[in-house]
């Protein structure tokens, strides 16, 4: 079933940005650096190693703040202008990801937006295009083979 | 009645094109992580590992997989076009789409068993010009630009032995197809040798109290209100001020959309409809495959009685760049 259009109560947007970033990035983080190399390849996103990305989830009030150093992706402090951001609100991100919406377009529809460099951003958005979601089957470091 | 066209789409990676297949494309195309094809963005296309798996799935399924070799070499990176074509012969790709004469010609001296199909960069508009890239390269299949009346699509084909693919949806541009020279004039990069309109490293997007505004390598290409829709980046397709009023000055964004034409352009033999949009992700390829292949399977069962269904028509607009959808330059009943 397709996910219902929705969007987080605007509590959420107004005390968002009033409460720590830091654990919601380190759980962005953390996923994508079990994602890293093993469904998202190293090599391909070697543009993106010291930028300062940005991810604004709209209705969540979140800005989370991150960059991709030698060793996988970390939170990133520094509250200066990102080299790139995007912003979706928690549904469109989601739909992204279950690849239900094309990025392009949410994009014509003004509903995701990407500023900064826009060849991290294609960059960004291709390579997730191109992730290869049953290579997630494969075990997990640290796990015992099945 | 002839057969029911073929259903040529897009891929920019591997999901996108086991996602074609899996929703019913007859063929894919695809373009390699380089200049040598028209969509050569950051991220997107194939390196040999996805090449080989993709070609490996569409045959195990049945399908083909075609090369978009759609830009023009020059002297000092001729190589790299040439090693493009032995890839795709060595990949058992089904055929390769070219543009250049020069390149056609190695094809076929060095692969004489590849199939060659002349892309619609290559600009032929007229049976003559397509007979004459039939008979000097053998060139099996030709894509029309998008210029072209349904009557004159018809002419085309009447008058030749090459099979006829033609756009079917998808993003449209000037189609100045192969010599567009807009986005080169603001960047300094030819889309038609570099392989991008607009590149990447040239579009700026930034909110500023006036509304979203978008530049390439600085040009103000378009500025949006807050509910307004967005289009790509691309000067065709700008807003412009001229003589103190400011619009759509060369192009309105619209997608073009033939489902309705579907009969008559089996009628009059076309061979393959395509569907536009390598640079889209895998979920816009799984819509538009999906609907267009329950068209033409309609088609198929039922040439007569062939109607457009709403939903059909409300998920292609779903997934359009631009407020409209158009016939393009197919229903032109002026000559």
Not at chain 1, 11 to 34: E, S, Y
Not at chain 2, 75 to 93: C, H, I, K, L
Not at chain 2, 167 to 189: D, I, K, P
Not at chain 2, 192 to 203: L, R
């Amino acid at each position: 079933m397709p996910l219902p259009a929705f969007t987080l109560p605007p509590l959420f947007a107004r005390i968002g940005p009033h409460l720590p970033q830091l654990p919601p990035t380190l759980a962005l983080v953390g996923g994508l650096n079990l994602a890293l190399d093993r469904i998202l390849p190293r090599d391909h996103l070697d543009a993106l190693t010291g930028k300062k990305l940005m991810l604004r989830v709209l209705d969540a009030g979140m800005s989370l703040r991150f960059t991709l150093g030698e060793r996988g992706f970390r939170p990133l402090l520094d509250t200066g202008r990102p080299d790139l951001c995007i912003s979706a609100t928690t549904r469109d991100y989601l739909a992204l990801a279950l690849r239900e919406e094309d990025p392009d377009t949410l994009f014509f529809n003004r509903r995701l937006v990407m500023e900064g460099d826009t060849d991290l951003g294609l960059l960004v958005k291709n390579t997730l295009d191109a992730v290869d979601w049953s290579a997630l089957r494969l075990p997990l470091p640290g796990l015992a083979p099945r | 009645m002839p057969a029911a066209p073929e259903l040529v789409c897009p891929a920019g990676s591997l999901p996108a094109l086991k996602t074609a297949i899996d929703h019913g494309a007859d063929c894919v195309y695809l373009g390699f992580k380089d200049a040598t094809n028209a969509r050569n963005f950051s991220g997107l296309n194939f390196d040999e590992k996805s090449l080989h798996e993709g070609v490996a799935y569409a045959h195990r399924h049945g399908r083909k997989v075609l090369l978009a070799l759609n830009t023009y070499p020059q002297t000092d990176n001729w190589p790299s076009w040439t090693r493009a074509v032995d890839r795709a012969a060595e990949a058992g790709m089904d055929a390769i789409i070219l543009a250049d004469p020069g390149l056609m010609a190695y094809a076929r001296r060095t692969h004489p068993t590849l199939r060659l199909h002349l892309s619609v960069q290559g600009s032929a508009t007229t049976h003559e010009a397509i007979n004459f890239y039939h008979e000097h390269f053998g060139i099996s299949r030709a894509v029309l630009p998008r210029v072209l009346s349904l009557a004159q699509v018809a002419q085309v084909i009447a008058q030749t032995p090459v099979e006829i693919e033609v756009f079917g949806f998808g993003g449209l541009c000037v189609m100045v197809e192969g010599r567009c020279a807009l986005s080169a004039y603001a960047t300094g990069e030819s889309p038609n040798c570099q392989g991008a309109c607009s590149p990447g490293k040239h579009v700026r997007w930034e909110q500023t109290p006036k509304g979203m505004e978008t530049r390439l390598n600085g040009v103000l290409i378009d500025r949006f209100e807050a509910h307004e829709r967005a289009g790509y980046p691309t000067l065709c397709k700008g807003r412009f001020e001229v003589n103190g009023a400011s619009y759509y000055a060369i192009e309105e964004p619209t997608s073009l959309n033939t489902l309705e034409l579907l009969p008559e352009l089996a009628r009059v033999g076309v061979k393959a409809i395509k569907i536009e949009g390598r640079q889209r992700s895998p979920a816009y390829v799984a819509q538009v495959t999906q609907v267009w292949r329950a068209a033409l399977d309609q088609l198929a069962r039922n040439p007569e009685g062939f109607r457009v269904d709403a939903r059909w028509m409300s998920e292609l607009n779903k997934v359009s760049e631009g407020q409209s959808h158009t016939l393009g330059a197919y229903h032109r009943p002026w000559k």
